[in-house]
């Protein structure tokens, strides 16, 4: 049984930092790619970033524009972990942020149906 769980989320002000984990379960931890994804009240779910091992140690991540140099994803593979570390936070950071699974062969990284499994979600709020 594959489960993602989250954790970290809160409220903050702007320009405050939020680090957020999901712990995973139940999965080939070594083939999926792991991202992270966030709605916000009235919107589409939109990636934020992910995360696949090459090999040991070596790690492909991509960023959405919208939170590069502000947004680190990392994961640890001792512990099946996957963390965002978030700095700098906006107002419009504000959104659930969901712990997504996948496939790390599953093509577009950015997009949601390249993702099996997916965490409950956590809440971040920038407020100005």
């Known amino acids: 049984q594959v489960q993602l769980v989250e954790s970290g989320g809160g409220s903050v002000q702007a320009g405050g930092s939020l680090r957020l984990s999901c712990a995973v379960s139940g999965v080939n931890w070594a083939n999926t790619r792991m991202a992270w994804f966030r709605q916000a009240p009235g919107k589409e779910r939109e990636a934020v970033a992910s995360i696949y091992t090459v090999m040991s140690n070596m790690y492909v991540a991509d960023y959405a524009d919208s939170v590069k140099g502000r947004i680190t994803i990392s994961r640890d593979n001792a512990k099946n972990t996957v963390s965002l570390e978030m700095n700098t936070l906006k107002p419009e950071d504000t959104a659930m942020y969901y712990c997504?699974?996948?496939?790390?062969?599953?093509?577009?990284?950015?997009?949601?149906?390249?993702?099996?499994?997916w965490g409950q979600g956590t809440q971040v709020t920038v407020s100005s």
């Open positions: 997504a699974a996948g496939s790390r062969y599953g093509g577009n990284w950015s997009r949601a149906s390249a993702y099996q499994y």
